[in-house]
């Protein structure tokens, strides 16, 4: 916030956390700010986002099941060789 309040581009401030943005939205947003159409530009991060979010959750839930029958296999391997 503070080097928005300078007058810095909103980019630049968010390169400064790149663990948190990846590059491809600071680069997004900076092409948003100079095309005047940052406002269309965050909200199609934020469809994106929330995407992503809803595809690993798709993801984990895919995954389970396939994950218990191997646990379930390598128990009563176990089981049988004991």
């Given at each position: 916030?503070?080097?928005?309040?300078?007058?810095?581009?909103?980019?630049?401030?968010?390169?400064?956390?790149?663990m948190i943005f990846p590059h491809y939205?600071?680069?997004l947003i900076k092409v948003g700010e100079?095309?005047?159409?940052?406002?269309?530009?965050?909200?199609?991060?934020?469809?994106?986002?929330?995407?992503?979010?809803?595809?690993?959750?798709?993801?984990?839930?895919?995954?389970?099941?396939?994950?218990?029958?191997?646990?379930?296999?390598?128990?009563?391997?176990?089981?049988?060789?004991?």
């Amino acid at each position: 916030i503070y080097m928005i309040k300078q007058g810095k581009p909103l980019y630049i401030a968010l390169q400064m956390f790149p663990m948190i943005f990846p590059h491809y939205f600071i680069y997004l947003i900076k092409v948003g700010e100079e095309t005047g159409r940052l406002n269309q530009v965050l909200l199609q991060l934020t469809s994106y986002q929330q995407k992503m979010i809803e595809r690993k959750a798709q993801l984990k839930k895919a995954l389970l099941y396939p994950l218990f029958v191997c646990m379930m296999s390598l128990l009563i391997t176990v089981a049988l060789l004991i």
